[in-house]
């Protein structure tokens, strides 16, 4: 199965890590559908891609409603064609105290987190299912691997993350349908930016890269050439894995 001309969804992508997948996979020629709740941005991208000579729309979804996913996924079907390439992208961050998470803050983060991409993997199976043929790429995050302190309810959703990749990878092999996951770790996109300038992180930005082997922050467009990696026809031997990409800090 080609770049060219396959069909993919990348949720969350208006910005950041999603955006760059976005761009790489259009760039292979995939008609891709962004989905994202900042419609602003989300045109503002989706115009950029096109006028790169992307096959690129944009749809305003809230990955955590069921209802707007599934009328989403079938404009994209009847627009763009199947869908058989999904990046689960779209995500939350929460700071804070441990014993100071609310009820609606843990549920809002599991909601888009992780009931997110279970909703949306739901939606599209049946065009990989009939493909017999098909690409998932769930995005976790190192912090899920290595912990962090006052972002424990973003981090158990990613550790969801993870299990809902292996225990997807297991049943969905058989199908010809690969799951992997990558757990980003420090790359820079508003969500990291955003996360500085107000001091969640007690060392700067500088202080990771020194500490990271490769001695520089992550850039969107490394966590996009490995996704590329995990949907290509190529790659169907690998399923049910954590791709880190992070330097090599918290492997
Ligand atoms: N940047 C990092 O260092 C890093 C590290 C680990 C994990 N991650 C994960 O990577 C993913 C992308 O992160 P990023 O840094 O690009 O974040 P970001 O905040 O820059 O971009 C996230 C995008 O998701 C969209 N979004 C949020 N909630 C949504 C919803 N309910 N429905 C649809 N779209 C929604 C936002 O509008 C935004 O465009 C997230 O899942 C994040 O948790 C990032």
Redesign the pocket.
Known sequence: MPFEGTTAIV????????LAIAEALAGRGTKVAV????TA?LDAEVARLREQGGTVTGYT????DRGQVRAAVERVRSELGPVLILVN?????QFGKFAEITDEQWDRVMA??LR?PFICTQEVLPDMLEAAWGRIVN?????AQGGQSQMAA?VSS?SGVIGFTKALALELGPKGITVNTI??????????EKAIAEGRFTASLEHFAKITPVRRA?R?EDIANAAIFLCQDESSYVTGQVIGVNGGRRT
Do not use: C, H, R, W
């Not at 992208?89 to 961050?93: F, S, T, W, Y």
């Not at 995005?139 to 912090?143: G, T, V």
């Open positions: 949720t969350g992508g208006a910005q950041g890590l999603g989905f994202d709740l900042d941005q979804v809230d990955v955590s992208n779209a995500g939350v961050e888009i987190n997110g995005i976790s995050s190192s912090s973003y990613k757990p980003p770790g420090m790359v820079v996109t508003p969500m990291l992550g969107p």
